[in-house]
């Protein structure tokens, strides 16, 4: 989604990405595995021209610090015994001055 208004421009954006089979684990029986769990995380960017060759922007990746999850399962784990790490590295900004001379 892009807004674009004479000096100010904001574009968000949405990444979907769906369960991932990272390897096999022989160990977790038949269709054993080590899986990254789906995550949906959207990302803002955001600028302002100055001028037409100064603008400042600022931009945010995963504005709601979407966590990765990685579970270790089986056909007979319960699910109580799936999850194996959960890393959340939070939302990275970003900001600066553009120009062209």
């Known amino acids: 989604v892009t807004?674009?208004?004479?000096?100010?421009?904001?574009?968000?954006?949405?990444?979907?990405?769906?369960?991932?089979?990272?390897?096999?684990?022989?160990?977790?029986?038949p269709n054993g595995g080590i899986y990254t769990i789906p995550r949906t995380i959207m990302?803002?960017?955001?600028?302002?021209?100055?001028?037409?060759?100064?603008?400042?922007?600022?931009?945010a990746q995963n504005v709601f610090a979407v966590s990765d999850k990685v579970e270790r399962f089986g056909d007979n784990t319960p699910p109580y015994a799936r999850r194996s790490s959960d890393t959340?590295?939070?939302?990275?900004?970003t900001?600066?001055?553009?120009g062209s001379f």
């Open 3 to 29: 807004y674009n208004h004479r000096r100010l421009k904001v574009v968000a954006r949405w990444n979907h990405r769906g369960q991932r089979l990272d390897s096999v684990v022989a160990a977790l029986n």
């Open 43 to 59: 990302d803002l960017n955001a600028e302002f021209r100055v001028s037409p060759r100064l603008s400042v922007f600022a931009n």
């Open 88 to 93: 959340n590295t939070g939302v990275l900004l």
């Open 95 to 98: 900001w600066g001055v553009k």
